[in-house]
Nanobody, 117 residues
């Protein structure tokens, strides 16, 4: 079965850093666009960063310059390096895999990031 397993979340102080990892299995990873989303309680899930199968990256304005998404196709993994964290970054972070030619889109279980002030 398809699995996206996330890790790396935790509690960090403002200004600190975390690195999230998402390990995928059951898909042809290299042909999937990968992304990180986040969702705080009572708020909509928002796209944080994406890296396409071709390696093109994009970021939400709120994290641009602070977060870096990367992928390692040999490891079937996508990462999110988060620097200069602030309390507004507190949310559950989810890994997503999609391919426009395939069905369905897959989601990880989420990993909690809490940034204290």
């Amino acid at each position: 079965q398809v699995q996206l397993v996330e890790s790396g979340g935790g509690l960090v102080q403002s200004g600190g850093s975390l690195r999230l990892s998402c390990a995928a299995s059951g898909i042809i990873f290299a042909v999937y666009d990968m992304a990180w989303y986040r969702q705080a309680p009572g708020k909509q899930r928002e796209l944080v960063a994406e890296v396409t199968s071709g390696g093109t990256t994009s970021y939400a304005d709120s994290v641009k310059g602070r977060f870096t998404i990367s992928r390692d196709n040999a490891k079937n993994a996508v990462y999110l390096q988060m620097n200069t964290l602030n309390p507004e970054d507190t949310a559950a972070y989810y890994c997503r895999a999609r391919n426009s030619r395939l069905y369905p889109t897959y989601w990880g279980q989420g990993t909690q990031v809490t940034v204290s002030s």
